[in-house]
C-alpha cells in the first residue's frame, strides 16, 4: 500500500451526513483528502485546505435504472460546481473549494424517505440476527441452571450469548436513534426548515457504543476460539 494512502474506519449512519461532512472537512485541514468513502475509507496525502462536503443520501435500489439515477443526478450536482468523489450505499460525497456554491438541496419527503428506508433494512437484519441467535442464550440459562461446567459453556453458549448482546444492543439503539430523527426530520418538513442530521458532536456517543458493541463481538470470538482449545 503507498504511503500516499491512508485508511480510516468511517462508520456513519443514514442520519449522519453532517458528521460525516464536518468529519471530510476536517480531514482535509489536516492534509488528507478523501479518496473512497465506505465502511474503511481511503484518503490520500495532501496540502492542508478548508473545503465544504456535501454528503446526500439517495434511495437505495436495485439494478441499472439505479446506477443511471446516480449518474444523473452526480451529473446535475457538477453541473452546479460541486465535484463527485465516491459513492458507497447511496451515500453520495461531493466537494468543493468555493463558498459561493448554493447547497445541494433535495425534496425533504424524499431525504426522509431515503433515511427510513435505508434504516429500515439495516434494522431488519440485525433484528433477524438477533433472533437467531436468541437460542444460544436460552442455552446459556439453561446450562447455568443445569450447573454444567464453565468450559462446556465456552464452547458455544457464553462466546455467542455476549455476540447476541452486542447485536441486540446495536439494533436498539439504531432503531432508537432513528425514530428520534425522524420524528426532528418530519417536524423541520412541515414548518418549512431544512432537515437537520447529526452532527460530530451529535453522533458521538453513538459511535462509541458502537465501538463498544463490535469490541463486544471481539471478545465474543476471543471466548469462542479459546472453548476450542480447553
Given at each position: 500500500?503507498?504511503?500516499?494512502?491512508?485508511?480510516?474506519?468511517?462508520?456513519?449512519?443514514?442520519?449522519?451526513?453532517t458528521?460525516a461532512?464536518?468529519?471530510?472537512?476536517?480531514?482535509?485541514?489536516?492534509?488528507?483528502m478523501?479518496?473512497?468513502?465506505?465502511?474503511?475509507?481511503?484518503?490520500?496525502?495532501?496540502?492542508?485546505?478548508?473545503?465544504?462536503?456535501?454528503?446526500?443520501?439517495?434511495?437505495?435500489?436495485?439494478?441499472?435504472?439505479?446506477?443511471?439515477?446516480?449518474?444523473?443526478?452526480?451529473?446535475?450536482?457538477?453541473?452546479?460546481?460541486?465535484?463527485?468523489?465516491?459513492?458507497?450505499?447511496?451515500?453520495?460525497?461531493?466537494?468543493?473549494?468555493?463558498?459561493d456554491?448554493?447547497?445541494?438541496?433535495?425534496?425533504?419527503?424524499?431525504?426522509?424517505?431515503?433515511?427510513?428506508?435505508?434504516?429500515r433494512?439495516?434494522?431488519?437484519?440485525?433484528?433477524l440476527?438477533?433472533?437467531?441467535m436468541?437460542?444460544?442464550?436460552?442455552?446459556?440459562?439453561?446450562?447455568?441452571?443445569?450447573?454444567?461446567?464453565?468450559?462446556?459453556?465456552?464452547?458455544?453458549?457464553?462466546?455467542?450469548?455476549?455476540?447476541?448482546?452486542?447485536?441486540?444492543?446495536?439494533?436498539?439503539?439504531?432503531?432508537?436513534?432513528f425514530?428520534?430523527?425522524?420524528?426532528?426530520?418530519?417536524?423541520?418538513?412541515?414548518?418549512?426548515?431544512?432537515?437537520?442530521?447529526?452532527?460530530?458532536?451529535?453522533?458521538?456517543?453513538?459511535?462509541?457504543?458502537?465501538g463498544?458493541?463490535?469490541?463486544?463481538?471481539?471478545?465474543?470470538?476471543?471466548?469462542?476460539?479459546?472453548?476450542?482449545?480447553?
Amino acid at each position: 500500500m503507498s504511503k500516499d494512502i491512508v485508511k480510516r474506519i468511517t462508520l456513519f449512519d443514514s442520519t449522519d451526513l453532517t458528521a460525516a461532512e464536518e468529519y471530510f472537512s476536517q480531514m482535509a485541514q489536516k492534509g488528507l483528502m478523501l479518496k473512497k468513502y465506505g465502511v474503511i475509507s481511503h484518503f490520500t496525502r495532501c496540502l492542508p485546505q478548508k473545503l465544504r462536503f456535501s454528503v446526500q443520501l439517495l434511495m437505495p435500489e436495485r439494478g441499472e435504472n439505479y446506477e443511471n439515477k446516480v449518474r444523473e443526478y452526480v451529473g446535475l450536482c457538477e453541473q452546479a460546481g460541486w465535484t463527485f468523489i465516491s459513492n458507497s450505499s447511496g451515500m453520495c460525497v461531493f466537494v468543493t473549494a468555493k463558498d459561493d456554491i448554493p447547497d445541494i438541496v433535495t425534496d425533504p419527503q424524499e431525504r426522509i424517505d431515503a433515511v427510513t428506508r435505508q434504516s429500515r433494512n439495516g434494522a431488519v437484519l440485525l433484528w433477524l440476527l438477533s433472533v437467531i441467535m436468541l437460542p444460544f442464550l436460552l442455552g446459556l440459562i439453561s446450562g447455568i441452571v443445569e450447573k454444567r461446567s464453565f468450559q462446556e459453556l465456552l464452547v458455544n453458549e457464553i462466546p455467542f450469548a455476549i455476540c447476541w448482546a452486542s447485536l441486540l444492543t446495536m439494533t436498539v439503539i439504531r432503531t432508537v436513534r432513528f425514530l428520534k430523527w425522524r420524528k426532528a426530520a418530519r417536524y423541520d418538513a412541515a414548518a418549512g426548515r431544512p432537515i437537520r442530521y447529526y452532527d460530530l458532536r451529535g453522533a458521538r456517543p453513538y459511535r462509541v457504543a458502537l465501538g463498544f458493541c463490535f469490541a463486544l463481538l471481539g471478545v465474543s470470538l476471543v471466548l469462542f476460539i479459546l472453548g476450542l482449545f480447553i
